[in-house]
C-alpha cells in the first residue's frame, strides 16, 4: 500500500497517515485544501431547480469511529461526517481528506460535476460563453497575422 503523506502549511512537517497532531500538541496539521465533489444531485426536472438550492448532503464516517476497551467493554468514540453543500465539499484537514480520498463516490470530477449538478439553461449558457471565448481567440488572432504581415509589408519601405 502507497503511504499517503502531507506536507503541514502550518508547521512545514512531512507527515503520513496517523501522524496527524500539529506543533502545539492540541490541533491537527493543516493542509493545501482540496474539493471534493459528488454526483448525487437531484435528477427530478420539475423540481431540481428548486431543490439544487438548498441541498445538503452529510456524509458520515468520515472519519470512522475509533474502537476503545473501557473494562470489558468495547466503546466506539469520534466518528465524524462532512456536509457537501450541492455536491461540493473542500477541506484542509488533512483526516477528513484521507477518508474522503478512499471513497471513489466523493471523487468526482469538475466536468461529472458539471453535468450532474449544472441545469439544462447553465449548461448552455456555459458552451454559450465557451464558443464566443474561441470566436474572439480566432478574432484575435487573425488580428495579430494581419499586423505581422503589415509589419512585414512596412519593413522594406522603411529600411530605404
Ligand atoms: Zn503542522
Redesign the pocket.
Known sequence: MATKRWK?L??G?DFGVGEWA??DGVSN??VEPKMYRSLDAPSDPSTKDQEMKHAQTVVCNIPPPTKVMEGDDVRWIGEGSVVFIRGMFSTSDPIQQYWLDKRPAYNASQAEWNNAWLTQNQKLEIRDMELKAGEQKLINDRNELLSKVQQNKREPVAAH
Do not use: Y
Request: charge should be neutral; charged fraction near 25%; aromatic fraction near 0%.
Open positions: 503541514c502550518e508547521c512537517k500539529c506543533a496539521h493543516v
